[in-house]
């Protein structure tokens, strides 16, 4: 199976500022590549896929880009409802399988 | 709007099996464009999808919980199910159903808020 890895596992950074979260494959997934939001007590919700689609209903300050084995999923301006956790999921092979997430936490 | 809700027993002891049920509404199960999936979460393995079914009763499952698994699919009740068999406390986890898009959308992207599961005698 496809094993995706996050990085970095933890990313402190103050509202307005930048993210820049990571996901590697194993092996190519094309653009095969979604990502998610989760916050406690809550079901991930999906917010990039094709790579870099903005699913239904989500802000521009995220962006997806990448292709192939490297991703990066990126928020322009951090929003107080944008700390969470991030997971990123290939779905180019099955099993279909997630990163371990990265948590985004206020600095 | 589609909603999916997930409903069954919150306790499973050792050895036993799991059942869960998850009710579609808002939308036809029976919709040539989607499949229907559970995956679940834990501490210990994070994400991971466990299976998917096509309306018409084609499945899919994860080679880890092949040997384990059984999804199946009610039209007429707009409604998937999911049993996992000789549970252990490993499968202890937060259990959600989820829609799928086919071939090249083949990612997740309706969720039920999701069902715990606790493995325990």
């Known amino acids: 199976e496809i094993v995706m890895t996050q990085s970095p596992a933890t990313l402190s950074v103050s509202p307005g500022e930048r993210a820049t979260l990571s996901c590697r494959a194993s092996?190519?997934?094309?653009?095969?590549l979604a990502w998610y939001q989760q916050k406690p007590g809550q079901a991930p919700r999906l917010l990039i896929y094709g790579a870099s689609t903005r699913a239904t209903g989500i802000p521009a300050r995220f962006s997806g880009s990448g292709s192939g084995t490297e991703f990066t999923l990126t928020i322009s301006s951090l929003q107080s409802e944008d700390f969470a956790v991030y997971y990123c999921q290939q779905y180019n092979n099955w099993p279909h399988t997630f990163g371990r997430g990265t948590k985004l936490e206020i600095k | 709007q589609l909603q999916l809700q997930e409903s069954g027993p919150g306790l499973v002891k050792p050895s036993e099996t799991l059942s869960l049920t998850c009710i579609v509404s808002g939308g036809s199960i029976s919709s040539s464009s989607y499949y229907w999936g559970w995956i679940r979460q834990s501490p210990g393995k994070g994400l991971e999808w466990i299976g998917s079914?096509?309306?018409?009763?084609?499945?899919f499952y994860n080679p880890s919980l092949k040997s384990r698994v059984t999804i199946s699919v009610d039209t007429s009740k707009n409604q998937f199910s999911l049993t996992l068999s000789s549970v252990t406390a490993a499968d202890t986890a937060m259990y959600y159903c989820?829609?799928?898009?086919?071939?090249?959308?083949?990612?997740?992207?309706?969720w039920g808020q999701g069902t715990l599961v606790t493995v325990s005698s």
């Open positions: 989820v829609r799928q898009g086919l071939a090249a959308r083949r990612f997740f992207d309706y």
């Open positions: 092996q190519s997934v094309s653009s095969n």
């Open positions: 079914i096509y309306y018409s009763g084609s499945t």
